[in-house]
């Protein structure tokens, strides 16, 4: 649970970046409740500079009109911010793919709770190496007051490399890890200053926030 003071950190890793890659195929999902519907708020960011929209790898963010963003870097890009209305209330399921086909050339997807709300193709991306730490819950590299963190709850947040959805989908309330998992993090408890991973590649530091029950 994320009360809008906390977030986690995961320690920088190829496994985590997407903008240096000229080919390959990535999917970022997972369950989140956001108690703050009308407020702009970072699910996950990972940046190569954390200042400039236009050197951030990727974030998936909750906007103030009440839509979900799937950005990712370049501004020039009409496809790097693909947005979907968002209903204000209930846990929902985001999966948000990607698949490069060159440094600056590929396709992108997002789905909520299943079904495919939009795609597009993108001709801009920045190429850089994303080299700040993940950031779950919040917007990095700056003071607290502007970082726009989220208030809610979030489950089952699932990287792999690999696009697991091509069509609509029933999103699975508990997420595996496979070959292709980057990094799961269930958010089961153990440590309560830990998120585990369930590859055990990549456990984030907890600042703040609490693991709770009644998840999806």
């Not at 000229?22 to 369950?31: F, K, P």
């Not at 948000?96 to 050339?105: E, R």
């Not at 079904?115 to 919040?138: E, M, N």
């Amino acid at each position: 649970e994320f009360d809008g003071a906390s977030y986690i950190t995961v320690p920088d890793h190829d496994d985590l970046r997407i903008g240096d890659k000229t080919s390959g195929d990535w999917t970022i999902e997972g369950w989140f409740r956001s108690d703050s519907p009308a407020t702009r708020q970072y699910l996950v960011s990972k940046s190569s500079n954390p200042t400039n929209f236009d050197y951030n790898d990727y974030n998936i963010v909750i906007e103030e009109d009440g839509t979900l963003t799937w950005e990712t870097g370049d501004s020039q890009d009409l496809c790097a911010r693909l947005n979907i209305p968002l209903p204000p209330t209930g846990w929902h399921h985001f999966a948000a793919t990607l698949s490069a086909t060159g440094s600056n050339t590929g396709t992108k997807q997002l789905y909520l709770d299943g079904v495919r709300q939009a795609s597009c193709w993108y001709t801009h991306k920045w190429p850089g190496l994303a080299i700040f730490d993940l950031r779950i819950g919040i917007m990095p590299g700056v003071p607290m007051a502007s970082a726009l963190p989220f208030n809610g709850r979030l489950d089952e947040l699932r990287f792999s490399s690999v696009v697991r959805y091509f069509s609509d989908f029933t999103p699975e309330t508990r997420l595996e890890a496979d070959s292709y998992t980057d990094a799961l993090w269930n958010f089961d408890g153990g440590q309560p200053d830990v998120a585990a991973d369930a590859t055990s590649q990549h456990d984030g530091a907890v600042t703040g926030g609490s693991i709770v029950a009644h998840c999806p």
